[in-house]
Structures are given as C-alpha cells and as structure tokens.
C-alpha cells in the first residue's frame, strides 16, 4: 500500500516520535547530553508544539510514524527567526525526498507565521542532513543563535523565508 501521509502531530503520538528521535541519535552515535535526546518536552511533543506560531509534523507510513520535523521561536532569539526542530527519520523514511517535503511544510508554516528567518543546528557528521539543508537554501554560521541548550551541535544554519 506504501501510503505517506505528513500531518500535524496528535497526543497520541507523543511516544511513537519520542522514540524514533531516541533511536535515531543512539544510531547516530549522538551523545544524550546537549541534544534533542535530553529535551525534557521529548516525551510530551503534542503539548509542546501545541502553542502559538509552533507546529510539529509527523510522516505516517501505512499509519506508522518513520520520522517528523517541526518549528518553533528560536529560545532567547529574535522575533523574526524560527527554528527548525526535531527533525529525524527512520531509516526506512530515508531517502525518499520527504525530507524536503516536510521542511518545505515547516517553512511555509513559519513563514505563515510571519517568521523571517529559520534557524537549526545539527552534528558534523550528519553530512546527510547538512547536505538536504544546504539543498534547500539554509546557509552556515560562524555562531550559534538563541540559546537552545544543545551543546553538543556545533554545526549552525541560517535561512531567510
């Protein structure tokens, strides 16, 4: 059937995505500390995506989560800039352009929002990823912005929207 579906995420997603963002960083060999991993809103994303000018989608495979990405302000940053949070998929989401997809729906949400500027952080050895960012426009920064709590992504990017 291979039925993909990319919607905002519900309660009852909270620990399905939970999960995938845990297992893809154990993958990736990430450490927990200064990371996605140990966000205390990790087990609670419904409640935490669930404010003004913040949204959180997930990709449904056959009603399965494979993966999800979301925008919210930038903490301690400017008005204008969002950030581009969360955003892990499954290795079976890998690959099938849904990355692209789905920030192409984060950024038309904060641009809806009237945000100006997307900002995320990642990994160096997330070439895959940086490589998608790069694809679609987001740009490196010699310094991080806001204060996000994740220490150990030292890699910065900007967009403009």
């Not at 399965?64 to 301690?76: D, F, T």
């Not at 789905?102 to 952080?121: T, V």
Request: glycine residues 8%; negative net charge; charged residues 25%.
């Amino acid at each position: 059937m291979n039925q993909i579906v990319i919607r905002e995420i519900q309660e009852r997603d909270n620990f399905e995505i939970a999960t995938i963002v845990r297992d893809v960083l154990m993958e990736m060999g990430a450490p927990k500390v200064g990371t996605a991993y140990a966000d205390p809103q990790l087990d609670f994303m419904f409640e935490a995506y669930n404010l003004p000018k913040t949204v959180y989608f997930v990709v449904e495979k056959d009603h399965k989560i494979i993966g999800g990405a979301g925008i919210s302000q930038l903490e301690n940053g400017e008005e204008t800039i969002c950030e581009l949070q969360k955003m892990y998929f499954l290795p079976e989401a890998r690959g099938l352009g849904l990355g692209i997809k789905i920030i192409e729906k984060c950024l038309q949400r904060a641009k809806d929002f009237g945000f100006e500027s997307c900002y995320l952080e990642t990994m160096p050895y997330m070439e895959a990823a940086q490589k998608l960012y790069k694809k679609v426009g987001f740009e490196y920064l010699c310094q991080p912005l806001g204060n996000t709590g994740h220490t150990s992504c030292p890699v910065w990017m900007l967009k403009k929207i």
